[in-house]
Each structure stands twice: as structure tokens, then as C-alpha cells.
């Protein structure tokens, strides 16, 4: 998506090698498992190559701010404005959008969220060394650090970088030049033997251990714990990784930046987990570093059984057992091809039904998204000035309306996106499959076009949270997963909800509030929300924000949604813990962390 | 944490200065038929769903449901019954149940009710207030209206007044009968009526298609839903005690979180003068009820020839169903059965609904208006029946009190149908001059008008005689029950002291706990707010002056003798009828009792000691105090009720009944009572 060529065929096939080479920056080499310090000797040599290389943007650096903001989402020369003009446009050439004028985009933000161009809330530029606290140090530490030859820094950049995720409230506060508490230190091994060092040090010297892997959190799971008096230690796993040649299917959303031990240590979901399956489908072996050594199972056998998977403890413990160091994954052939597609629905509810009967059929395309119909007309404004890619669809869709699909309501009508993977043959008759039940709902082939910029903004999107908040407006999403029959009713109840109690809270100006329907499962979705509000005349907007969200997850949990489908508990949701899980499935986790980890080594006080 | 009664009640719904506007000036200028013809454009409920969906697509959608295709699968197994023959007795059911709202009916009843209210009522008074805000809030959520239920006239009116104020017309639930009505049914039908049967017991699938089909009114917001939460309309123009089983059908599509709020509008309608006034009370002395049929309704023609004063329609704030279950629901409950399925609701969700319910009637309550007569009826009832008989009561005495009792019901809170620009002398007997039926004023005294003459010669029984003199009393009664509500806690406060014999608050709480128990049927109480009703009590005795409350102690001032008797007194003849019943249910050798035999039983003995003197009130021989007793009772686990044969039969606990007896005498202190939960649905 790096580059904006015309061609439909040879575009896609450099989308997808640009693809992999992303994901590959994620993988680990096929494990030989004969030697640990070869391996580690290995890595590290690869490493120094990497360094060369980061300035191509394959892997990120051990320094990040060299090429990553600060304060903002994403690389440091990406970003949405508005120019001199009035007119927004989106900086850099990274992606598809880059360097391209967005006409629409004003009014639409200016429409939507009572804001102006001219009234600006600009961050704080630079932040000085001075805002960072200085390091609590562990001399004794630091000290054995420093004999393994292990790399650590205590610059205060390397440990601001390290002591936030992405959620609203750590953004804004580094905005405004705000920085709480942040790692003592922050440490890169290379390698298994570079981390059973350091868990071993530090359970020694009674260090506190965070790991970070892309620092894209949205659960405040890499905030320091601000009752943690210890020394607090970054174990950054970035430069663990290593190249391969295949593909593994998964691509969450921040696919760019999050890392393979984050994945699991999340329970992350990727876009196309239709084809490749959820982190969870996809790792076979898990190698981790706790307190108490190293967990693995003895082989590589697809199923075991063998009483409960224990790669269940790990997959999904947020960094408080310990270091996943090692990971082996499905890998599948690159997809011979690829097509996007999407479809028009008159209304929501018809949408969420085809969707459904689509997985009760079990022939979900790769990806299938519903966006609602305030996300449609939202992309509608992202349409970029001048573009072959992006002329046909939208610009035809308005006289469409009124001629050929007469009857759909502009304000009602809603849009899935799709994209088929696998042989062309094969996809050429899914796809066939997918329209003709979108047909029985309604739903109208709107075009590829269309559904291949659903796919884009996908990865910009997180981009334009920061130029709402150069403006007033703050923004965030959410996510849960629900089964079919209360679809509709989370989505309508949980949009209410946003609107009544932004309007509660004196917010002056209706929110955006739009929701859409990222997966199918066989018994339910997942389901994302987005809402944004402009927070002039609040005198404390991030607390206004935190309530609202507040409010907008007891509604999920009262409709019948999940807690989290993939981004996790964090700190963020660990007060409805107990309730989702029992009291005894509370005691069953807490059980676990007290024998791996009764020091409380891995101390960021996620999930419990 | 949860809100109270006194969170959303009464005095948030006055408006400071409420203005009711009189809908019969508007149409005597404008014609009948330029009203039922006019345009009629309401802003229709903006719900995602809402696409106009027809009466028969309405039935079809419930017919269609997941819920009832479970249900009908599930009978079909129970009762070995094919599928499709249940689903054939479903659509039969819907068939008879399902209103079919049509506007030119609406406008052709209309028309004819212009012409019948211009000539029964001087005025139709309406809360503008009200109206407006009922017409932005049915653009939001689904609305429910829910009137208390004292005419027939209630049916229509509310209809009606929307029809006039272009708001859209609701659907109601309506008794059986008046589906058996030849041609009236079926306009009843096309004005938005559907139709419930009054004993469904456990027929599961009338459940079924019942609730399916309230559900999917809410859900879809088709319509605003009307409905009766007291049930049956009042025999004795006393608020009832709510009926549950409607409320929850309504409630759960919010528990569900099929829609995201619903909107209760509590409606007061009030009457002066009630169309059936003296068809209550001879219901009420069993006289048995004629059945609703086109021919009766002709009859009754003849009531339509006189004057029923004015009649107050109150649309009350609507209250958001979400934020009054704030704290009292877990909607997660809801969530771990597939949502088209049956659940059973689950003793929270119980008696939150029950809550909910009594707090509506408690809200319709504080909402009526209360007419000088029904503050009359309360001061006549007062005195012995052989003075309103025979001697007459002097008039004078009567006004001034009747201007006392203004005051204190306004100190209680009280709004009053009291004409402001006419002299309170004129008010009173114009108010006379109304109710010509029940009183007649000769010679500067008052006298009760006795209830016709047998028309045959043979001479008057002393039994018959006494019936002579029930029925006005009981009117009277009625009457009085208008108001009653204003009164009930200050005067089992007034009660409780003279019960007790003692000053300490917390001994009085628990009389006047006891005496809410025993009075759980026949005054509206919620539960769980009983300590607020004894500080409501205590605060109201306190701003009249009849008592000084202290942290420990309630005194009784001087000043208070003349409150604390009338409200005593107001008491009276319920504490005097549940004596009656209770000592018929102790002295009685029987243990077992059927109801048909108990209530006359209770009746004639009744009689008896009104005859013998013993007794003063008449209101002992009210079926529906009978009916209030063996309820409480129930509650109280001192009586226990089984069908063994299609009957209702009653089992007594001949002790327990004495013992509840002497403490409502002050023979023995009273404690707290084992109660029953209330699981009537």
C-alpha cells in the first residue's frame, strides 16, 4: 500500500510483498532447537543489520523516536493536516494517501464536530529531559546488567517511549507535556538467553519487569503502576525478531508497529483470521521466561491433549507471568489473489443479517467489515482529490442513489467491505457466493474500489485521531464481541449510550458515535466503536472522556457483549474482571500468577 | 444507589403553575365535525425500526416470532398436539386479541365523542404541559401511557385528546368483554383497542401470543401502548394495587436491551362525577355486575342526560425506564439465554417491576385532582349514618369543616379541582346540586339519599333497609377513596399513636409498619420504602401542627386533637371492617372457606351487627374490602388459598387471624410480621 500505482494486478501483488515484508519483520526463523547460544549469536548479528536498515521503516529501532512520533500515533513523517489552504492532506509517502489532498475532509470535520480549522489546540512540540522524573535505580542491577553486555539505556526518551500505549487519556496528557511515571531503565536482549538474564537479575535484585513489544496498547497495559516502588525495567523485544519468507495471514490493524510477543501475549486477532485464524488458531509452539524458568511444551503436535493447553496461561497474560521469547507459527503460501470488493445495504439491520447468514453459510471472504452508515458518509469525506483508484465508486454512488438504487435513504444505507484471498478460480465463486446472499438481503456490489479504501483507512485512521486533536476533538475506539441475535441491539443501545451521556457530561456539540461489524464468527461478531467528541468548554475533558467510556462498557457488558475480543484487559478493564470471568475464574488466574510469579517480578498489574 | 418514590414522584411532576386548558371551549367553537375531519399529522416515533408497520404485519411479525415458534414447539411436545395445530390456536388467538387502528375510526369516534362529552361533562380539562412534553418524548422512545382506570370513559379519552393534539393514537389493552360487544367491539378494534382475557392462568400459550405481541409493540415502536396497570377499572375509585403480568411484558424488551429506553407517561384522569357511580356500589353489595353488551350499554343511554361536572386529564413528566432501574437491574442477567427466548424473570427483575408498577400508581395518585365533594364525602362518612338519614347534617357545620379540610389536604400536598374566582359557598352547593343523586339539601341541613324502594308492596326487611342505606354510603365512600391517598400516611401515623399508646419513634414505626402490612391491599405502599412513608407521615403531622418530632419521640401537640381525630376517624371504617372479618374468619368453626361462600357469609354478618348496633360502618359489607382482607391475610401467611376444584378455597389460620386482630386493636403490641413476597404475575 506503499505505493499508489494504477495497475490493479502488479498493485496488488507489491501490496502484498509490501505485506510481507512487515509480517516477516514479525517472525521468528524456522527453529532448529539445537543451540541456544548459536542461536542468540545469530540473532545478534543480525541485528547490527537491521540497524543499517531501519531507516527503510522495515523494523523499528531500538531508539524509536528516530523515525516515530512522540506524542501521536505512527511514523513521524506521516500525518494529517490542514494546509495553508484550509484543505487537508496527508503528509509523507508511506501509504496509499500520503502527500494527497482530502477536499472533503473539512467540512465533514467542521459538520460533524462543531469544530473550526482556526480554533487549534496544538501539543506541546518537543518534550524536555526535564519532564521525565529521573531514573530509580538499581544499582546492584545495573551493575549485573552491565557484565552481560546486555543493551539497556536510562536516556529519557528511550524510557518515555516505553511508558505509554495509544489509549486517549496517555496521549493527551503527552500533548500537553505531561509525563507520568515512566521505566527506570530500558533493556533489549537480543535473544531466549539475552531474557533468562535479565528475568534472572531482576528476580534477584527484585526488579520490576514490564515487557513492551510495539507499544500500541490501547488498555493502559504498559502504564507504570504508580504504587510500584521498585525500580521499574522496559524489557523492549523488539530487536528479537528475526526474517523469514512466509506469510502468516495475521494482520491486526496496527500490524505495522505491534510485535509477535504482543500479539500473544494479548490474544490478538488479526483482519483475515476468516482465512488464517486468530493468534490463538495460529501459534504451535510458545517459549516463555517467568520467575520460575521457562514454560514450553515438548512438542510440535497439532493438538494435544494433554488436560488444559497451557499456552492458554500465556496467550493472554498481558505481561504478568513473564517474556514470550520464542514463538513458532502456521506459516501459508502467499495468496495467489486477492480481491477486494464491497457491498451497499439499505439499511444496518439488513447488513448485519446477510453478514450472519454469510457465517452460518461458513463462507466468510478473508475479511468481511459492515461499517454503519455515519462510517460510510465518514470515508466518503477521506475521499482523496485526485486518484484513479478512488474516482468510480463514491462520485457515482450519489446519482445512484436517485437513479438506479432509488429507494435507499443516503442517511440510512450502509456499506460492507470484503476481501477474497486464495486461488483466482476459487475466489472468482466465493466471491459469486457472497453477492448472491448479499442480494437476498438487499445488498448491492458497490464495487472494489470502494472496498479496497475501507481496507486503507484502515491503517490511517489511527493517524487521524491526532489531527482531531490539533483541533478540540478527541477520539477512541473500542471494541467487544457479541453473539448474532444481540448485534444489532449492542450497536443501537451502545451509540445512544455515547450520545446521552456525552450530553450528560455538558458536552456542547453531538459526538460521533458509529460502530461497525469487523468479524463474523459461526455464533457471533466483533463488534468495533468509534466515538469522538469536541471537548471545548469541558475543563477536563479526559475525565469527561473516561466516564463516557466508562458508561459505554457497562452498556456493552449489559447487552451481552464480551469484555475485550482482542485488545485485551490491561488496566483499563480490570475492574470488570471478576464479572466476567467469576470469582473462581479470578482465583484460577490468580493462582497461576502467585506460583509463576509470586514476586511479582512481571509487575504492570494487568488482567488481575 | 437506587432511587425512591420520592425521586421521581409527585412533586417533580407539578408544574408551579400547571395549566389546564379546557378542550370543550376549543370544539364548541370549532364543530364536531370540523374536529373528527381535521388534519391529523403527528411527528411519529424516530426509533431505527419504526417504518409504518401495519396491524397485519404487526400480527404476522408475532405469529413469525422465534419466541412463539419455541413456545409452540414446546406445547406441541407437552401436549402431543402437531406443531402446526398449535401455531393454527396461536393465530387464532392473535385473531381475536389484535387491535386494528384505523384513522377514520378514530375520526368517526371522534365525532361521536365530541357530541357525548359536550353533553356529560361542563369541561375536559387538559395539562398543555403534559401534551407537549408527551409529544417530544414520542419521537424518542417507545411510549407507554398508563392511566388509572376509575370509567369506561378512561378507555377513549386518551385517544382522543391525542387525535386532537396530533400525537400519535395508542394501542390498548382492553378487557375480553368488550370484544363480545356486538359492533362495539369492533370499533373498539379499529380504534386501536386489542383484547386481553381477564383469567389466562396458566393457558401458556395465551401467554405466549399475549406477551409476543405487547413485546413487538414496544420493540417496534408502532405505536404509543396504553395499558392499565391496575388491572380492571376501580370499583371503589381507590387506587389499586398494580397488576404485574402487563408491566413486565413492557419492561422487558428494556431488560433485554432490545430498545434502548422506554417511556412511562403516568396519566391521572379525574372525574367529579363518575358515569357508574351507582353501578359500583351496588356492585360492591353484590349485586352482580351485567355483563358488557350493546343492549346494556343503550340502557345506560339514559345516564347520558345528566351533568358529571368536569373531568381532569393530568399527562404526567415522562420518566425514562432506564434511569428508574438504574441500580435495581443487572441486564447481564438477561444476557446468558439466546434473546428470543423464554426466560424466567428473576427476583430482582420481580421486584423491580413490581416497584416500578407501584410507583406509577403512586405517581397517577399525586397526579388527580381532588373535587370539594370528595372532601365532603370524607367529613359525611364521619358522621353517624342516622344523622345523614334522619336528623340531616347542618350545613354550616359541614362548610366550615369541608373549608378546614381544604386547607389541610392543600398542607398535605393535595391538588384540588376548587374553582378560585366563585365563592366557596357557590362551590358548595353547586357541588351539592351534582351530586343530587346522593344528597339533597332541605332546610339548611344535609340528607343521603337512599337507594330506590324494592317495587314490590311487601314491607322492607331490616336486612333491606340496611342495603338502602349501604348503597349511598357506599358511593360516598368512593368518593371519599378519591382523596384517601392524600391522607393514608399522616392518618396511620394519627393511628399509630393512639394504638401504641407511646411517644418513641421507633415503637411507632413499627406499628405503623404493621398497620401498612394489614393495609398492603387496600392503600398503594412500595415495600421497600416504608421508613420514607413514616418520615412522609411524620413531616406532614409536623407542618400542620399536630405534632412536635424530635430524634427519639413523636408528641402530640394541642393544636393536633382536631387533625389527629379526622384522620383517625378516616381510618376507621377500614380498621372496623378487617375486625369484622377477622372475627367472622376466627369465630367461624370452619377452617376451610370457599370465596363465593365466604363473602356473602361475611356480608350477612356484617349486616347483622350494623342492625344490633355493634357496628357503624357499612363499608364492612364492601365485596371489595372482603377481598383486600383475605389478600393481606394471604400475605401475612395467616390465610392460604388453593384451587382444589376450579375454586378458589381458603385455609385459616384461626390464630394467626386473632392475633393480627389484637394487635390492630392495641391488645398486644404488634411486631414484625412474617410477609410473603409478592409473586403474583
Not at chain 1, 458508561?551 to 457488558?557: F, K, M, N, P, Y
Not at chain 2, 343521603?448 to 317495587?455: F, G, R, S
Not at chain 2, 376444584?645 to 390464630?655: A, C, F, L, T
Request: net charge neutral.
Amino acid at each position: 500500500m506503499a505505493t499508489n500505482s494504477g495497475n490493479g494486478g502488479s498493485d496488488r501483488q507489491r501490496v502484498a510483498q509490501q505485506r510481507l515484508r512487515i509480517i516477516a519483520g514479525h517472525l521468528r526463523r524456522p527453529e532448529d532447537g539445537n543451540s541456544a547460544i548459536l542461536a542468540a549469536e545469530e540473532c545478534k548479528g543480525h541485528v547490527s543489520e537491521k540497524t543499517d536498515a531501519s531507516s527503510e521503516g522495515k523494523t523499528v529501532p531500538r531508539r524509536r523516536q528516530e523515525i516515530m512520533k512522540w506524542n501521536g500515533w505512527g511514523y513521524s513523517d506521516s500525518k494529517f493536516l490542514f494546509n495553508k489552504n484550509g484543505q487537508a492532506e496527508f503528509t509523507g509517502k508511506r501509504y496509499r494517501l500520503s502527500g494527497m489532498i482530502i477536499p472533503a475532509l473539512k467540512d465533514w470535520f467542521e459538520g460533524t464536530f462543531g469544530a473550526n480549522v482556526h480554533h487549534k489546540s496544538p501539543a506541546t512540540p518537543i518534550v524536555t529531559s526535564s519532564a521525565v522524573q529521573p531514573p530509580n535505580l538499581n544499582e546492584a542491577f545495573v551493575e549485573a546488567l552491565k557484565s552481560t553486555g546486555i543493551p539497556f539505556s536510562i536516556d529519557a526518551e528511550d524510557r518515555l517511549f516505553r511508558g505509554h500505549g495509544h489509549c486517549l487519556n496517555e496521549i493527551f496528557a503527552l500533548r500537553e507535556g505531561k509525563v507520568g511515571r515512566v521505566p527506570d531503565l530500558v533493556v533489549w536482549p537480543n535473544c531466549h538467553d539475552d531474557v533468562l538474564k535479565i528475568v534472572e537479575l531482576a528476580c534477584k535484585h527484585n526488579v520490576c519487569l514490564i515487557p513492551y513489544g510495539g507499544g500500541t496498547s490501547v488498555s493502559s497495559a504498559l502504564e507504570c503502576p504508580p504504587e510500584e516502588t521498585r525500580s521499574i525495567v522496559s524489557l523492549d523485544t523488539s530487536q528479537m525478531l528475526n526474517e523469514s519468507g512466509y506469510c502468516t495471514g495475521h494482520e491486526p490493524d496496527s500490524m505495522e508497529f505491534s510485535s509477535l510477543g504482543g500479539w500473544v501475549s494479548t490474544r490478538a486477532s488479526g483482519m483475515k483470521k476468516n482465512v488464517y485464524g486468530n493468534i490463538e488458531d495460529l501459534v504451535i509452539h510458545i517459549k516463555m521466561v517467568t520467575p520460575k524458568g521457562v514454560i514450553e511444551k515438548s512438542c510440535q503436535g497439532p493438538r494435544l491433549s494433554t488436560g488444559p493447553d497451557v499456552h492458554h496461561f500465556i496467550l493472554g497474560s498481558e505481561g504478568t507471568l513473564g517474556v514470550v521469547t520464542e514463538v513458532t507459527m502456521k506459516i501459508r503460501p502467499l495468496p495467489e489473489y486477492q480481491k477486494y470488493g464491497s457491498v451497499v445495504f439499505p439499511n444496518f439491520e439488513m447488513g448485519v443479517a446477510c453478514l450472519r447468514e454469510v457465517a452460518r453459510q461458513r463462507c466468510a471472504p478473508a475479511s468481511i467489515r459492515l461499517m454503519d452508515n455515519t462510517q460510510f458518509k465518514f470515508g466518503h469525506a477521506l475521499k482523496p482529490q485526485v486518484s484513479s483508484l478512488f474516482t468510480s465508486f463514491l462520485d457515482g454512488l450519489k446519482t445512484f442513489y436517485i437513479t438506479k438504487f432509488k429507494g435507499f435513504d443516503p442517511n440510512r444505507l450502509c456499506v460492507a467491505t470484503l476481501l477474497f484471498e486464495g486461488g483466482r478460480e476459487k475466489v472468482l465463486q466465493h466471491e459469486k457466493q457472497v453477492y448472491d446472499i448479499a442480494a437476498k438481503f438487499g445488498g448491492l456490489a458497490a464495487g472494489e474500489d470502494n472496498g479496497q479504501r475501507g481496507y486503507m483507512l484502515t491503517f490511517v485512521i489511527a493517524y487521524l485521531r491526532d489531527l482531531g486533536m490539533d483541533y478540540y476533538v478527541i477520539a477512541e475506539s473500542f471494541e467487544t464481541s457479541v453473539p448474532w441475535d444481540r448485534v444489532l441491539d449492542i450497536c443501537r443501545n451502545v451509540k445512544a449510550r455515547i450520545v446521552y451521556e456525552c450530553k450528560d457530561k455538558g458536552v456542547q456539540f453531538a459526538p460521533l458515535s458509529s460502530c461497525r461489524v469487523t468479524q463474523t464468527y459461526d455464533s457471533g461478531a466483533c463488534v468495533y466503536f468509534y466515538f469522538a467528541f469536541n471537548y471545548r468548554g469541558l475543563s477536563d475533558p479526559v475525565h469527561t472522556f473516561e466516564q463516557v467510556e466508562h458508561a459505554a462498557r457497562e452498556e456493552i457488558l449489559a447487552n451481552g457483549g464480551s469484555l475485550s475480543h482482542h485488545h485485551g484487559v490491561g488496566k483499563l478493564r480490570k475492574k470488570w474482571m471478576r464479572d466476567t470471568v467469576s470469582t473462581v475464574g479470578l482465583g484460577m488466574l490468580k493462582s497461576v500468577k502467585d506460583y509463576v510469579d509470586p514476586d511479582n517480578i512481571f509487575g504492570n498489574r494487568n488482567l488481575l | 444507589m437506587t432511587n425512591t418514590y420520592r425521586d421521581w414522584g409527585g412533586a417533580g411532576l407539578r408544574g408551579d403553575d400547571e395549566e389546564f386548558v379546557d378542550m370543550m371551549e376549543e370544539l364548541r367553537r370549532s364543530g364536531d365535525l370540523g374536529h373528527s375531519l381535521r388534519t391529523f399529522s403527528p411527528r411519529p416515533y424516530e426509533g431505527e425500526r419504526a417504518t409504518s408497520v401495519s396491524a397485519g404485519d404487526l400480527n404476522k411479525a408475532v405469529l413469525e416470532s422465534q419466541y412463539l415458534r419455541y413456545i409452540a414447539k414446546e406445547i406441541a411436545k407437552e401436549t402431543g398436539q402437531s406443531v402446526e395445530e398449535v401455531r393454527e390456536d396461536a393465530r387464532g388467538l392473535m385473531e381475536e386479541m389484535s387491535q386494528n387502528l384505523q384513522l377514520g375510526f378514530i375520526r368517526l369516534m371522534g365525532y361521536t365523542l365530541s357530541k357525548v362529552l359536550k353533553r356529560l361533562y361542563t369541561s375536559v380539562n387538559v395539562n398543555m404541559e403534559g401534551l407537549n412534553t408527551l409529544q417530544r418524548a414520542v419521537q424518542g422512545h417507545p411510549v407507554i401511557l398508563m392511566p388509572n382506570h376509575r370509567s369506561y370513559m378512561d378507555f377513549l379519552i386518551i385517544s382522543y385528546i391525542l387525535f386532537t393534539y396530533d400525537i400519535p393514537l395508542p394501542v390498548i389493552a382492553a378487557g375480553i368483554r368488550n370484544a363480545g360487544m356486538k359492533m362495539v367491539g369492533e370499533i373498539l378494534r379499529r380504534s386501536g383497542a386489542f383484547f386481553i382475557r381477564r383469567a389466562i392462568g396458566s393457558d401458556k400459550l395465551y401467554w405466549a401470543v399475549l406477551s409476543e405481541y405487547v413485546k413487538t409493540i414496544v420493540r417496534t415502536g408502532i405505536a404509543p401502548l396504553e395499558f392499565y396497570v391496575e388491572g380492571l377499572r376501580s370499583r371503589t375509585l381507590k387506587s389499586q394495587v398494580p397488576k404485574l403480568g402487563m408491566m413486565h411484558m413492557v419492561l422487558e424488551p428494556f431488560f433485554k436491551g432490545e430498545v434502548y429506553d422506554i417511556t412511562l407517561v403516568p396519566i391521572s384522569i379525574s372525574y367529579e362525577r363518575v358515569l357508574e357511580e351507582s353501578l359500583l356500589a351496588h356492585e360492591l353489595l353484590g349485586v352482580p355486575k351485567p355483563k358488557e353488551s350493546t343492549t346494556a350499554l343503550l340502557k345506560a343511554t339514559k345516564v347520558l342526560q345528566e351533568d358529571y361536572g368536569s373531568m381532569h386529564v393530568n399527562f404526567g413528566r415522562p420518566l425514562s425506564v432506564r434511569q428508574l432501574c438504574q441500580g435495581r437491574i443487572d441486564r447481564c442477567r438477561f444476557n446468558l439465554i439466546p434473546r428470543d427466548l423464554p426466560q424466567e424473570p428473576s427476583a430482582e427483575a420481580q421486584a423491580c417491576v413490581s416497584w416500578l408498577a407501584h410507583l406509577m400508581v403512586r405517581i397517577q395518585e399525586d397526579g388527580s385532582l381532588i373535587s370539594p365533594w370528595s372532601l365532603m364525602a370524607c367529613l359525611l362518612l364521619q358522621a353517624p349514618a342516622t344523622v345523614l338519614t334522619e336528623e340531616g347534617l347542618p350545613w354550616q357545620q359541614l362548610t366550615n369543616k369541608t373549608l378546614w379540610l381544604r386547607k389541610l389536604a392543600l398542607d398535605f400536598g393535595a391538588r384540588l379541582n376548587w374553582p378560585g374566582q366563585v365563592p366557596d359557598c357557590d362551590v358548595m352547593s353547586s357541588t351539592v346540586a351534582l351530586h343530587r343523586s346522593m344528597v339533597h339539601l332541605k332546610a339548611e341541613r344535609l340528607y343521603l339519599v337512599l337507594d330506590q324502594e324494592p317495587a314490590r308492596k311487601s314491607p322492607v326487611s331490616p336486612e333491606e333497609g340496611a342495603l338502602r342505606v349501604a348503597a349511598p354510603v357506599l358511593m360516598l365512600a368512593s368518593y371519599r377513596n378519591q382523596c384517601v391517598h392524600v391522607f393514608a400516611r399522616p392518618a396511620m401515623l394519627a393511628t399509630a399513636i393512639q394504638v401504641a399508646k407511646t411517644t418513641q419513634r421507633d415503637e411507632l414505626f413499627t406499628v405503623f409498619r404493621f398497620l401498612q402490612d394489614v393495609f398492603s391491599h387496600e392503600f398503594i405502599f412500595i415495600t421497600e420504602e416504608s421508613s420514607q412513608d413514616f418520615e412522609e407521615a411524620c413531616l406532614l403531622l409536623k407542618k400542620c401542627g399536630a405534632v412536635h418530632v424530635s430524634q427519639q419521640e413523636v408528641t402530640v401537640s394541642e393544636a393536633g386533637l382536631e387533625v389527629l381525630s379526622f384522620l383517625r376517624a378516616l381510618l376507621q371504617p377500614f380498621i372496623d371492617s378487617y375486625q369484622v372479618m377477622f372475627r367472622y374468619l376466627c369465630e367461624n368453626g370452619e377452617h376451610v372457606f370457599q370465596e363465593q361462600r365466604v363473602l356473602p357469609a361475611v356480608r350477612n354478618f356484617a349486616t347483622k351487627l350494623i342492625l344490633s348496633g355493634e357496628l357503624h360502618t357499612y363499608e364492612a359489607l364492601s365485596s371489595d374490602t372482603q377481598k383486600n382482607v383475605l389478600l393481606a391475610l394471604r400475605r401475612l401467611d395467616a390465610v392460604t388459598k388453593s384451587r382444589p376444584s376450579g375454586q378458589n378455597e381458603y385455609r385459616v389460620n384461626k390464630e394467626a387471624v386473632r392475633r393480627i386482630g389484637d394487635m390492630l386493636s392495641g391488645k398486644i403490641p404488634p411486631q414484625m410480621l412474617h410477609t410473603l413476597p409478592d409473586a403474583r404475575l
